[in-house]
């Protein structure tokens, strides 16, 4: 029940900013967009979220569109150690009164792979 | 380093068994939750715990249980286990109430395996 898509994979260049695609056209006014990647069978790492207004952090930016159904996650200089599973996620409540965090719900992800 | 640890790190287990995983949050957070990833695929939802209660459920079988303590620690049960459990298990640890801090930070997860 994934409400996002993704590429299936993407190359970039060591050095080169990684611009990676995400949809999310079903989204609803209060769900968050999160981003999380994952190295082999590591747990995942959190990167970054946002609500509606794009947001910076020491690993990423993330832009959302104004109309809120598509975001870009922007690894401003790609280094080796970036290559991983990238997975674009919309916080879902699990309830209509608000009182849960909400669940992830994760798609299949763009594989990343940075080369020299 | 997230805070949030797992155990063990691998097991195996043969169909039919009963197994628990355990997992330890991060320091503050109040919120446990579980996701089962199988090979290649991305983490689904298992449930949520908050304040020692269950406040959501994925698609999953009442074979698969839990429990949250008062220190925000959790454990996963199922029982009868069967090869399509094979996966590995992560837990998520997350603070509810504050919307500003609303990362959930994973474990490195529980590789568990079923013969």
């Known amino acids: 029940d994934a409400k996002t898509t993704q590429p299936t994979s993407m190359d970039c260049a060591e050095g080169r900013a990684a611009n990676l695609p995400c949809n999310h056209s079903t989204i609803s006014g209060n769900e968050y967009v999160y981003w999380y990647r994952q190295i082999h069978s590591q747990g995942p790492q959190y990167i970054i979220h946002g609500l509606k207004n794009n947001e910076t952090n020491e690993m990423a930016s993330l832009i959302i569109t104004e109309d809120r159904k598509s975001s870009t996650l922007i690894l401003p200089h790609a280094t080796l150690r970036d290559t991983a599973v990238y997975y674009c996620?919309?916080?879902?409540?699990?309830?209509?009164?608000?009182?849960?965090?909400?669940?992830?719900?994760f798609g299949q992800g763009t594989i990343l792979t940075v080369h020299p | 380093e997230t805070g949030v640890t797992q155990s063990p790190t691998h097991l195996i287990k043969t169909r039919g068994q009963q197994v628990t995983l355990r997992c330890s949050s991060q320091s503050g957070h109040n919120t446990v939750s579980w996701y089962q990833q199988a090979l290649g695929q991305g983490p689904q939802f298992i449930f949520q715990y908050y304040r020692e209660e269950e406040n959501g459920r994925g698609n999953f079988p009442p074979r698969f249980s839990g429990l949250q303590f008062p220190n925000y620690s959790s454990e996963l049960n199922v029982n009868a286990l069967e090869l399509d459990d094979s996966a590995l298990y992560l837990c998520?640890?997350?603070?509810?109430?504050?919307?500003?801090?609303?990362?959930?930070?994973f474990g490195q997860g529980t590789r568990l395996t079923v013969v």
């Open positions: 996620i919309v916080r879902v409540p699990l309830n209509a009164g608000g009182t849960s965090y909400g669940k992830l719900t």
């Open positions: 998520a640890s997350s603070l509810f109430g504050e919307s500003g801090r609303a990362e959930a930070f």
